[in-house]
């Protein structure tokens, strides 16, 4: 009867099981030249160069082309050989593919790593990420400044068929003699008139009227290459900006002036440039007169409006009808008709 095995000599018989289990699992069906190994089936070595591997394909190629067996068993025999080798000779020219390869075969216990490493070159477009960022960029920015025209033109076109506009661009036009009040012209149709006085009163609306925020005039700086390109640039001037605000308002402790005392407000009011710059003239000197870069003075402000808010809403008849809809339960009321 055998001796039963001491718990070290167990340790030392797992430990080369599972060096074997390892060793098994370096070649894994599915995977490259599956269960067997690629050099082998050209008949390489690791150490061989790109020209050694194709030279050894091709000899091999041509020994076990299918069109070279006539018998139909052998021909059968030479079509799986002559796909093994292809396999194999794809596996190995390709510098990315032969280097996962012998990835694996160095390291056979990174199981999943494997297959992420075999289909990734597989699976992904073999395109520069370079390129495909560049592409990227350059539709945004057409889709950006185009967006860009299409908003300034709707806001143009607005304002073309608002009345308050187009009475003050009609007076501007005639005393600056561009729109005639005698409406007969000489060879020209009634037709041709009107459009021309059109064409006229938009270009004063749009060189007279101050369009702003997300309709005002694009312009090419504000396109998402060139932000991109000036960033540098731009940073250097925050940066610059931030040490002259510290500089005279924390250290110094000069007092703010106009462009610094709106800076604050905006921040207050967690508006951007574009969306603080629609604002009208006269709600901004009611900033300036309200202190409202003063933290106390712009919550007391900001307090105020909302209570301004809810009056208006509970004033309004619409807003009644919304309150009692959302109290009989909303959209996941049943109706059956009218009360």
Partial sequence: MAAPMSSRNRICFFILWSCCLFTAHAYIEGLYCGLENCYDILGVTRDSSKSEVTKAYRKLAKKWHPDMH?????????????LKIANAYEILRDEEQRNDYD????????????????????????????LVIAVTITVISVVQYYGAWSNYNSALNYLC???KYRIRATEIAKSEGLISANKKRKGKSKEEI?????????????????????????????????QLVLLPYHTALYIAWWAR???????KQEAYGDEEKLHIIRKFMGLSQAQFDAQ???????????ELWIKDNFTEWKQQKEEEMKSKLAESARYKMYRRYMKKGGAG???????
């Fill in 70 to 82: 006539k018998k139909a068993k052998a021909k059968e025999e030479a079509n799986q050989m002559f």
């Fill in 103 to 130: 990835y694996m075969l160095d390291n056979p216990d990174e199981y999943y790593a494997h297959y992420y490493r075999y289909y990734r070159t597989r699976v992904a477009p073999k395109v520069d990420v370079r």
């Fill in 161 to 163: 068929k608002d009345q």
């Fill in 194 to 226: 009107r459009e021309e006085e059109e064409a006229t009163i938009r270009k004063i609306i749009e060189e007279k009227m101050d369009i702003r925020g997300g309709y005002s005039k694009p312009k090419v700086t504000d396109v998402l290459w060139v």
């Fill in 245 to 251: 605000w510290v500089w005279r308002f924390n250290i």
């Fill in 280 to 290: 009208e003239d006269h709600e901004i000197e009611e900033y300036l007169e309200q």
């Fill in 333 to 339: 009321q049943i109706s059956f008709g009218p009360d």
